[in-house]
């Protein structure tokens, strides 16, 4: 990748050395990144086809890759309405990246939000959780946090 931002870069980083858990956050991360760069070339730069076709396509392909993390078999229907979201989630970036909406994507930004701010809350629970459990304590959720 050229011209990796410094945010781009930690990114880059703290993949390599993170946990499967703390990977999910990352991909929010990335999905979040990108989604706000395609939006603002979408309002700032409509003439920079390439670069809002560049970040909206990283969003997508984070879209996926959340797609591809869920587990239906253990998950079940948590999984498969979290694949229903993130399904739709890429639909609409892909239409956005198509028809050059800025709306599309300021709308799919804050949710991208919301939900990584839940998967971080879940991470540290379960870390919590593990942590106590190898050294013989009991945690539950409403203690964490």
């Known amino acids: 990748m050229k011209n990796l ?14 946990s499967k ?7 929010f991360d990335v999905l979040i990144i990108a989604a706000q760069q395609g ?18 396509l990283r969003a997508q392909r984070a879209c996926c890759l959340l ?24 639909h609409e970036l892909v239409m956005a990246n ?5 709306v599309r994507v ?4 804050p949710d991208f939000k919301d939900y990584r701010q839940t998967w971080n809350t879940a991470v540290t629970q379960f870390k919590a ?3 106590a459990a190898a050294s013989g304590e009991s945690a539950s ?3 964490v946090g």
């Open 106 to 109: 300021e709308r799919l930004i």
């Open 39 to 56: 939006h603002e070339r979408l309002v700032g730069d409509r003439n920079d086809i390439e670069g809002i076709h560049n970040a909206l």
């Open 98 to 102: 198509m028809q050059k909406d800025p």
């Open 141 to 143: 959720f409403a203690s």
């Open 21 to 27: 858990e703390d990977l999910i956050v990352k991909i």
């Open 67 to 90: 797609m591809g993390s869920l587990n239906m078999e253990i998950g079940g229907e948590l999984s498969k309405n979290l694949f229903r979201v993130y399904e739709f989630w890429h």
């Open 129 to 131: 959780m593990q942590r």
């Open 5 to 18: 931002s410094a945010e781009q870069k930690y990114l880059e980083t703290s993949i390599a050395t993170a």
